[in-house]
């Protein structure tokens, strides 16, 4: 009796959960944004949505975009991530929900610190190329308590246009959980290097695992 209760509850385990719904869209003005909706995979546990502004250039203007999507890892759900690099900044924050079509709460990007934690990294950014040559030292702030670099090669010829190459200042759960996938949208380019350390000239191999972010994040980079 106790071998077929067992045995009962493996299967429970092992059986494929029902899918869920979520809101699926992209907005550039409004938060709420809910009008198409998307069957998430079995393996998908979570609707997301995420809040993030990235900015290039000298300004630094506040202008966040909102993605709702389905979502397969509980690891990105309330997190603050944050890049500084050349004259490129992205912050993003996100909340999580469990129901068909559920509403998160409403989530806004942190603002950036402009207080310096001590922490000095290298720092340049190149769109179009696998070579980041302009590497001024900056102090980082805030939560950006480590140095990241970040290389990409393109996998064929057509696809040059879409490598990336940046140095600079990074929280750390944006090293843990890999800045491949933050770039690699589309597939379409090979991570040549991908290491962070606390301070410069102390690198470490980063995690490389979350490729499922590639769905999350830039995939209006390029566009």
Request: hydrophobic residues 35%.
């Amino acid at each position: 009796m106790h071998r077929l209760a067992a045995f009962c509850f493996l299967l429970t385990l092992l059986a494929p959960g029902n899918a869920i719904f979520c809101h699926n869209c992209t907005s550039t003005t409004s938060y709420n944004c809910t009008t198409d909706q998307q069957k998430c995979s079995s393996t998908v546990n979570s609707c997301i949505t995420i809040a993030r502004d990235e900015d290039t250039g000298d300004l630094d203007i506040e202008n966040p975009v909102y993605e709702k999507k389905c979502n397969s890892d509980d690891r990105l759900c309330n997190q603050f991530y944050g890049l500084v690099a050349g004259d490129f900044r992205m912050r993003w924050n996100s909340s999580c929900c469990r129901a068909d079509r559920c509403i998160t709460k409403e989530i806004i990007v942190q603002k950036a610190s402009l207080e310096p934690n001590g922490v000095r990294c290298n720092s340049c950014f190149a769109r179009g190329t696998n070579v980041c040559l302009n590497k001024t030292e900056v102090a980082c702030t805030g939560r950006l308590v480590h140095c990241i670099h970040f290389v990409t090669t393109a996998k064929k010829e057509e696809f040059k246009d879409e490598q990336v190459a940046f140095t600079g200042c990074a929280t750390k759960n944006m090293c843990d959980m890999g800045a491949v996938a933050l770039f690699a949208a589309g597939r379409n380019v090979n991570v040549k290097n991908n290491m962070c350390s606390g301070a410069p000239g102390v690198p470490c191999q980063c995690s490389l695992t979350i490729f499922v972010l590639a769905g999350l994040f830039f995939l209006a980079f390029w566009s």
